[in-house]
């Protein structure tokens, strides 16, 4: 049984080109995660939302945009894809926003910029 | 420096060993603790949360040391399809959810 689902599963775009990828979940979470990760190394928080409050990370770039349109749903929009943005993208979602909630991840979409 | 560290391995060891890795965060202020699996090109999945007393499922064991800012995962009895990558993650902020991960630590486990 699914519950944090991402579409698509690989995605190929062109330099500047812009991508979108999508995340839903069954879990009726509050708190939805994207993340980056390139190969060999950690994920890393691109952005949250909790409930559609929206936080972006400090070091995040301007060219990755996000939008929740409802619990279920979340986007990444990443504007001018630079070769440099090739990596796995991670949506995850928790409960609620506290130290300690559990963040279940989906299966990601991974990114390749030509 | 980063905030939280891993020694990337490989950890190459046999069916049936014993084997522990370490992870150190540098914010002594650290909430909470986790250890994830993650197998090539797939999602981390959550393996276990670490709590200050210990805490241990099956044959994995995870600790918490606050005075030298470090926990670690304990495999017992090795099982081939423990190969994998294991990241450690760690919550600094209070009243908050930002996990930063390691860059984990890949275990082979060979027949």
């Known amino acids: 049984d699914a519950m944090v689902i991402q579409n698509p599963r690989y995605q190929v775009t062109q330099f500047g080109k812009p991508v979108t990828l999508s995340c839903s979940q069954t879990l009726n979470h509050n708190v939805m995660y994207w993340y980056q990760q390139k190969s060999s190394q950690a994920p890393k928080l691109l952005f949250h939302y909790y409930d559609k409050d929206f936080n972006n990370e400090a070091d995040t770039p301007d060219n990755f945009q996000s939008r929740r349109p409802n619990t279920s749903f979340c986007f990444l929009d990443i504007r001018s894809p630079g070769l440099g943005d090739a990596a796995m993208y991670l949506c995850?979602?928790?409960?609620?926003w506290g130290s300690g909630e559990t963040q279940y991840f989906g299966p990601g979409t991974r990114l390749l910029v030509l | 420096r980063k905030e939280v560290e891993q020694d990337p391995g490989p950890f190459n060891v046999p069916e049936g060993a014993t084997v522990a890795f370490n992870c150190t965060y540098s914010n002594s202020a650290s909430q909470s603790f986790f250890w994830y699996r993650q197998d090539c090109r797939k999602e981390p999945k959550l393996l276990m949360s670490v709590y200050s007393s210990g805490n241990e499922d099956g044959r994995f064991t995870a600790q918490l040391n606050r005075a030298s800012q470090y926990i670690s995962l304990l495999i017992r009895d090795s099982k081939l399809s423990d190969s994998a990558t294991y990241l450690c993650a760690v919550n600094v902020e209070t009243g908050a959810n930002n996990l930063f991960f390691g860059t984990g630590t890949r275990l082979t486990v060979i027949p």
């Open positions: 995850a979602t928790s409960r609620g």
